[in-house]
């Protein structure tokens, strides 16, 4: 039995730069001169935007479901977390570090995608009440956890309150390892509603 845990069991590498994504795909939309030209450009990203959106969501359920994991399995006997690269900050990487700019960059987005697909596909579209609430529910664990610049053991981790209230009955690692092994996090999303 080993004495740590993962701060990421690999999910890390699965999550795509949706802030940089979304602001190329915008610069490029700006570069067009006509309307016709940014509808057919919209068209062609709009299932990649959304893909990239799921994607993230599933990101941040992975990781509300791992630190549910760690955390849960390890009340008893806590674990050191390894690979926590925001212990290694400078005191003054970490009082300039803005963790919730990545989430809030997305919920600022969500209104702007529904709004952009109606005025340049002509098709409505609303984001899945689902991923608001993983959304929301990751922020919350993020505020709490003050972005993990100090997280350095399993009992560091504090759970949103209403994982703290659930018995989740998946097998979480098995879950996050089929994901890793398929290189796809949506699949988190199919144990989803373990978590919400």
């Given at each position: 039995?080993?004495?740590?845990?993962?701060?990421?069991?690999?999910i890390g590498e699965l999550v795509v730069d949706f802030n940089n994504f979304i602001n190329e795909v915008y610069s490029q939309l700006?570069?067009?001169r006509t309307i016709h030209q940014k509808r057919a450009r919209f068209k062609i990203y709009s299932a990649k935007i959304e893909k990239y959106i799921e994607n993230n969501i599933a990101f941040y359920l992975g990781c509300l479901l791992w630190a549910y994991y760690i955390h849960n399995t390890n009340k008893s006997n806590p674990k050191d977390i390894v690979g926590n690269v925001f212990l290694y900050m400078s005191e003054e990487q970490k009082n300039d570090y803005d963790y919730m700019i990545q989430v809030n960059f997305m919920e600022n987005y969500f209104d702007s995608f529904e709004r952009d697909m109606l005025y340049y596909t002509g098709k409505k579209y609303l984001i899945p009440e689902e991923w608001k609430q993983i959304l929301s529910l990751y922020?919350?664990?993020?505020?709490k956890n003050k972005g993990f610049i100090s997280a350095k053991t399993t009992n560091d981790i504090?759970?949103?309150?209403?994982?703290?209230?659930?018995?989740?009955?998946?097998?979480?690692?098995k879950s996050i390892q089929e994901t890793i092994e398929k290189k796809d996090l949506t699949l988190l999303l199919n144990i989803s509603k373990f978590a919400l």
């Open positions: 039995m080993t004495d740590n845990v993962m701060f990421d069991p690999g700006m570069n067009l922020m919350e664990f993020l505020e504090v759970l949103p309150d209403k994982l703290k209230e659930k018995t989740i009955l998946v097998d979480i690692n």
